[in-house]
């Protein structure tokens, strides 16, 4: 499937698009797409005011972006909330459901729906949901492939998409854990579990999608 506007607007917020540059090499490995597509993407977001690029420094949400990003965000992980306390599916399954649902949501449904589930301000994934006023917590943006060896911290969120959700939890690794890093290298970083006890080694590029706090 070929992410749409929308995926590109959720994944710019979510790599902290929102108040710092990112670059279109983050959007590549975030979605899983070619240079080529980012950029034809970003010239339309740019054209809807969307977003700014500021050549060899990176692309940045305008307001009127990150309200748009707020709201797509809020709608999928209301969802991802739901489906996973309310209606028994596992965590690691609710990001495709979401994914369909979140574009037939509307103001309204989202607001029963937060009210229903006691607003909640994280989703299974940990990441923020913005309120109906597009406000929400901050959220961290600390990248796992940043933390030094021997640093210690615990997986605060990883970015909503597909692919990562499914490598992250099939690693063993989910929300909360404690890490260490052990060692770093081009490709892979290892680091120990503390809940399990065990060494795990994780993907260089996946690691600048899981975000931690030291
Ligand atoms: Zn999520």
Redesign the pocket.
Known sequence: MTPNKEDYLKMIFELGGDTALISNKQIVAGLSVSAASVSEMITKLVEQQYVTHTPYQGIKLTASGQRRAASLVRNH?LW?VFLANDLGYPVDNV?AEAEMLEHATTAEMAERMAKFLGNPKY???G?VIPDEDGHYLDQSRVTLSTVPVGAKGHIERIV?EASLIDYVFGLGLHIEDHFEVLAKEDKTITIRQRETGKDLAVDAVRAEHIFVEL
């Open positions: 992980r991802e990001h989703c299974p994934h990441g909503d």
